[in-house]
């Protein structure tokens, strides 16, 4: 069974950094397109970054560009996001995720198999 552990979150002020981790067990993050979502309370899940299995430019969503960083350590099997000046509206629980093996960047989180748990960021004004 696929398990993506979260691990990173907090409370922060804005402009503040935080980094999330994502250990993945019982698959081998190279061969897998994973991903960043974030739900916030009465709002829906949304992308917020992804890495491929065959490396190339990482995808962003545009509330993120330039701010956020996504990235991969295949020896660690760990999958990283970098949040940096963090806004308030960048509250919400994240969630890595994963595709099904060897298969495309999609910024829909229908496309994703396996989930973690997901962590708290909370950004205070």
């Known amino acids: 069974q696929v398990q993506l552990v979260e691990s990173g979150g907090g409370l922060v002020q804005a402009g503040g950094s935080l980094r999330l981790s994502c250990a993945a067990s019982?698959?081998?993050?190279?061969?897998?397109?994973m991903g960043w979502f974030r739900q916030a309370p009465g709002k829906e899940r949304e992308f917020v970054a992804a890495i491929s299995w065959s490396g190339g430019r990482p995808y962003y969503a545009d509330s993120v560009k330039g701010r956020f960083t996504v990235s991969r350590d295949n020896a660690k099997n760990t999958m990283y996001l970098e949040m940096n000046n963090l806004k308030p509206e960048d509250t919400a629980v994240y969630y890595c995720?994963?595709?099904?093996?060897?298969?495309?960047?999609?910024?829909?989180?229908?496309?994703?198999?396996?989930w973690g748990q997901g962590t708290q960021v909370t950004v205070s004004s």
């Open positions: 019982t698959l081998t993050l190279s061969s897998y397109t």
């Open positions: 995720a994963s595709r099904a093996s060897y298969r495309a960047m999609s910024y829909s989180p229908l496309e994703y198999a396996y």
